[in-house]
Nanobody, 115 residues
């Protein structure tokens, strides 16, 4: 079983920054994809960013140039650095770990961008 625990959410003003972290524990395949998605009130969950175990990254158009996903394989931890935050980035952010045949999700962390 794999568990994911997010941290780092909170309230930030527009233009500010936050860094989300996600620690994975349990039996983790060395070949995997780690990622973040988010769900705003009244909207569908959307993919924000992914990072493969070899370091290939992918971003939603809405966050390109502002968000950066990274990972520390030795610590089974991955991050989402969010800069130039906008009110429309307000959502619950979930980290995910995807392996062949299994997907795991964290419990979510709230990010609120408001003045």
């Amino acid at each position: 079983q794999v568990q994911l625990v997010e941290s780092g959410g909170g309230l930030v003003q527009p233009g500010g920054s936050l860094r989300l972290s996600c620690v994975a524990s349990g039996s983790i395949s060395s070949i995997n994809v780690m990622g973040w998605n988010r769900q705003a009130p009244g909207k569908q969950r959307e993919l924000v960013a992914t990072c493969t175990s070899s370091g290939t990254t992918n971003y939603a158009d809405s966050v390109k140039g502002r968000f950066t996903i990274s990972r520390d394989n030795a610590k089974n931890t991955f991050y989402l650095q969010m800069n130039s935050l906008k009110p429309e980035d307000t959502a619950v952010y979930y980290c995910g770990l995807f392996t062949t045949g299994s997907n795991y999700w964290g419990q979510g962390t709230q990010v609120t961008v408001s003045s």
